[in-house]
């Protein structure tokens, strides 16, 4: 099992900036990407952005040039750095983990809300 914490939420005024982590336990060697997604209110859940075991990442149009995924292995944690910040932004994000050769599973955290006031 993998179990995933995610931090860093809040409230923040159209351009700026916030930082969300995740922190991933258990048996993270499972995971071989691990990234972000959004829901809004009354809308689909969407990704935002992902990052493979190999570094390689990927972003939704929405979000390219603002905001950049990293990951420290050393410390299990996945960061999602979000700058130039929309209202449109505002949403629970979600960190999911993906399993694709182990256990064939994904795996959510509980999600943190982010709010961008205009």
């Known amino acids: 099992q993998v179990q995933l914490v995610e931090s860093g939420g809040g409230l923040v005024q159209a351009g700026g900036s916030l930082t969300l982590s995740c922190a991933a336990s258990g048996s993270t060697w499972m995971i071989d990407r691990i990234g972000w997604h959004r829901q809004a209110p009354g809308m689909q859940r969407e990704l935002v952005a992902t990052?493979?075991?190999?570094?390689?990442?990927d972003y939704a149009d929405s979000v390219k040039g603002r905001f950049t995924i990293s990951r420290d292995n050393a410390k299990n944690t996945v960061y999602l750095q979000m700058n130039s910040m929309k209202p449109e932004d505002t949403a629970v994000y979600y960190c999911k983990g993906d399993s694709t050769r182990y256990s064939l599973r994904a795996y959510w955290g509980q999600g943190t809300q982010v709010t961008v006031s205009s």
């Open positions: 990052i493979t075991s190999d570094v390689s990442t």
